[in-house]
């Protein structure tokens, strides 16, 4: 049986160590080592993000990157996006424009979409759609996640 | 909990009695959203157990062939390897047809084989062994262990060709029935010496005089179409986890749109009796159909009984694709005929559709819907369920109606356009309304097309001017009739005056919050003041699938009785502490009081908050199984822009409009129709299984399954017309389905006023527009009359 | 990577590579990571020498630098147009041609810009043209032991300009069906086409160079018939096959149409540059 490595690594602000095999993906890692079941395993070959996390502020699909990549990286999971008090713009505007229905791809689209208006929270309807594409949902269509989005995007701006 | 979305409703239907609700109607933020934003959720795979084993499935390279043997040996010596299963470690159950008990809506046989196979392999990726091991990658690399020895077959891949003598057969004793309601289909008997056959089911429903009506028709249109699989698309993977205990009895984890099914179900597959086995519901990633069957559930426990350890079993995308349910593939006739004023005076149609390798195809649903928008005086449609060496179907939101009504409203737009009328106006002279009679039977009570088509025609999107080359617009509209089923809830009240709600109803797009605002309107209270869970199969009675659109109007019909129940309680009980008669009380808008004396009154809270002192809890309750789903009605608007080099497919503008008879929670109802519309543009333009010609699909995985990203699409918008269903205390109607129904006539309609050509068959992918532009080049760029003008 | 031979693989972003593993498309014992090698992570640009594009720099910082932005954006198409937001935040244009897929959608632009490819490996340095490199589907002129370093884009001559396009069912996420990337060089007047070159992806088993389709050009108007007349041939110079993805008809047409479209943008380009 392989050997486990051994990975130093920050996730969500927490200085964090896991042991784990070359093989296994970050995701993998995240879900079945860490138990952070927050992101999800949708396809496991880069075609629907419901895996997103973001690796040194850029958001990746998880199932693409090793765990043993980790290494020395900062990683933001979902389960990092709120504040210990309240919840991001992006999960609240989610909340009201009701932009989830089963809510499996809902942690993707966050991570995804957080990454997004960070940068650039004037992103219009076409950009987020753009930026959004590699993130499938199959329930709702996609109006109201962007409309949710857009409505975040002000929120945050309204805040800087 | 406040709410800020703006509501987009235009009502312009009033609701059964009440003409003002409180919650009904409003839009709070839902119950479970917090864990779904915040990634707490738990979903079927986001469950760990001490010592839990992970299962992996091995399936079949073949589209047909025999299983001369399997030896899993080699797999079982693997370090890490725990246990391995096959269709040996299932009861041996009847598939005969006669033996299947009333309203059956599975043979269990042909459950057990498709879920294990046993002795016939009838599709690739059908599985054939199960593995459990300490960790999944270990559990793979088992699966290239087991040695399977097969002879192969020729597969048979279409429906049409199944039907041919002389071609493969699946099963040599399959029965073919004539009664449509026989949906799963059997064996024959062992006295029934009839040849063999691909057909599991033949039927032909008739109304009025066809010869007749034909004859009266100064037009006449017969058309040949063509749709192939497709899969829901449901993002979340089947997983399931099941621990066999040391008593025999056997706890499950799984997401799915019923756990009492997963839970039966279960039970038939390993011979046990079902009280011995609890289902808890996980959060579901999406089902729309095709998570209303077990696939790993029993696996997991077999697994799990032979290892003494709980395991858990998922499935890759792959396996999703290639192991589970889409929908049918089919062939459909459609002739209609009509006068100069566009009255239709006849209409015939045969559905052919591909059940996959055990019958149970959707045609019957399909044969029921197709017509149904329409007063069709003479009509004949018959129905084939035939099997074929492809994935089993599965149900797929409004199962077997999208492809119809695909083919009967591309029928519909040709024949408008030939007698030169609109086809709005069509479908106003022609509509169905209370009283019309369907083809095959029921006779309409009160329902909404009409209302539907007219908000359609007074829509600005109808309205707007579609201006430039290569833009066209189509509409279509579709019916689905909608399910009912038994329901349970219990209510208990807390003694701060909030509610504790339990229900059956898996949550797939919002329900619990339905639940709940249903328990509050009753009451009186907010929202948020109902906590609504959804029970496993040992703290909720039994509650039917999450499916046929039936939830809101099931479910929540129990959660009103339950919630009438505490009413009914709460009222003695204020009675009892007044020492008043009852009927002396009244509760309104959560507040008790006595109808005359105004000094005796509590809020719901301040009751609440002695219950325990005066007699002790109030609990709720109902067990139900209602009657009186209304069906629904459902009409899109499609703008579309074609690439005339390419063939691509931009969708410009989209409008959803749809009866729900009364709207609890809108923008769950507006996700609904939302959702469905989208999975119809997929599969009008780009989703299909692809297969070879040994019968392997060669497009399993979301690289060249091409679903809609958000770059693919407009905002789709949506108007909810409310014509009240009068069997429903709110006049609900199922919202969740219909909306799947007109969106690939729509699409293509619309491609034909923006091109000139009709295209017969989906997907309508571009190079297949753009092959049928080259050879259409005669024609110009263009539009039908739909274009720069208005409707 | 010497002692391991072809049981020991480079990691750069690992979207094509995971997968394939997963796939079992190949077994290996090995996977070396080369994202923290400096030279694989070079991106610079002189005017002297022109852009080094090391083989691991992920897509996100090609297309968002400056340089590249102004300088090659044909480049910054390609980029782009490899998968989605999450795809770009780890893949590379260096394994985009070290994957080699006939429908790589960055190597007809490599083949476009001329770029020259630098090869290390336990006998040295060598450097290869990029119409050379890929020999087969999924396979290259990289010998067991040798890795590539980075791409060499020449300096951007006055008055050129490049554009890659793809035709796609969807608008994002998918693998080309046909595409065409198209760099051309106008003459002092701008109006005469001094050099071109055209390389298509999805329509052989390697990216192809349309090596006539670019010479027809040179010394003719830039006008609207010699490009279709490029078009033409660079249909023929199409050798596709039919698959899931596209048949060959479709193919051949979508090439045709596809080279026109680039190379007027491509000119565009140049006009205003």
Known sequence: ?160 | MTTTSKPKTKTNGKSNGATEFKVVGTRPIRHDGLEKVTGQARYGADIHLPGMLHGRVLRSPHAHAWIKSIDYSKALALPGVKAVITADDFAALSGKAIDLGEGAMTNPRFLSNNILAKDKVLYKGHAVAAVAAINPHIAEEALGLIDVKYEVLPPVLDGKEAMKPGAPILHERLFTANNPFVRPGGLKDDNDKSASSNVASHFVFEIGDLKKGFAEADIIIERDFETKAVHQGYIEPHSATASWNKDGRVTIWCSSQGQFTMRDQTAQLLGIPNSQIKVIQMEIGGGFGGKTLVYLEPIATALSKKTGLPVKASMSRKEVFEGTGPTSASHIRVKMGVKKNGKITAADATLIYAAGAFPGSPVNPGVQCMLSPYDIPNARVEGYDVVVNTQKTAAYRAPGSPAAAYACECVVDELAEKVGMDPLEFRLLNGAKEGTRRVTGPIFPKIGYIEMVKAGKAHAHWKAPIKGPWRGRGVATGFWFNGTGPACAIASVNSDGTIKLVEGSPDIGGTRAVAAMHVAEVLGLKAEDVHPSVGDTDTIGFTSNTGGSSVAFKTGWACYEAAQDIKRQMIARAAKIWDVKPEDVEMKDGKFAHKSDPELKFTFKQLASRLLNTGGPVVGRAAIDPKGAGGAFAMHIADVEVDPETGKVQVLRYTTIQDAGKAIHPSYVEGQMQGGAVQGIGWALNEEYFFNKDGAMINSSFLDYRMPTSLDLPMIDTEIVEVANPGHPYGVRGVGEVSIVPPMAAVANAIYHATGVRLYRLPMTPGVIQEALAANSGAKNGPGKRNGKKG | MAEKGPKARCLAGGTDILVQLRGGRFQIDRLLDVKNVAELNELSYSPKDGLTLGAAVPCYRIYEDKTVQKMYPGLADSASLIGGTQIQGRASVGGNLCNSSPSGDAIPTLIAHGVTCVIAGPKGQRTVPVEEFCTGPGRNVLQPGELLVSMKFPSPARNSGANYLRFIPRNEMDIAVAGVGAWVQLDASKRKVASARIGLAAVGPTPIFAREAGKFLEGKEASQSNVEEVAEMAKKAAKPIDDMRGTTKQRVHLVGVLTKRALTKAIERAKEG
């Open chain 1, 1 to 160: 049986m392989p050997g486990k490595i051994h990975v130093q690594t920050t996730i969500n602000g927490a200085s964090t160590e896991f042991l784990c095999e070359a093989r296994q993906s970050l995701l993998e890692v995240l879900r079945d080592v860490l138990e952070m079941t927050g992101t999800k395993e949708g396809c496991n070959d880069g075609n629907c993000g419901a895996c997103s996390v973001i690796v040194d502020g850029r958001v990746v699909d998880s199932c693409l990157v090793l765990g043993v990549e980790a290494q020395g990286k900062k990683i933001t999971t979902i389960e990092g996006v709120a504040s210990p008090d309240k919840l991001h713009p992006v999960q609240q505007a989610f909340l009201e424009n009701a932009a989830l229905q089963c809510g499996i791809c809902t942690p993707g689209f966050i991570v995804a979409s957080k990454a997004l208006l960070e940068k650039e929270p004037n992103a219009d309807e076409g950009r987020i759609r753009h930026w959004l594409a590699g993130n499938l949902c199959r329930c709702t269509g996609y109006d109201k996640i962007v409309r949710a989005v857009m409505d975040a995007g002000q929120r945050m701006k309204a805040k800087r």
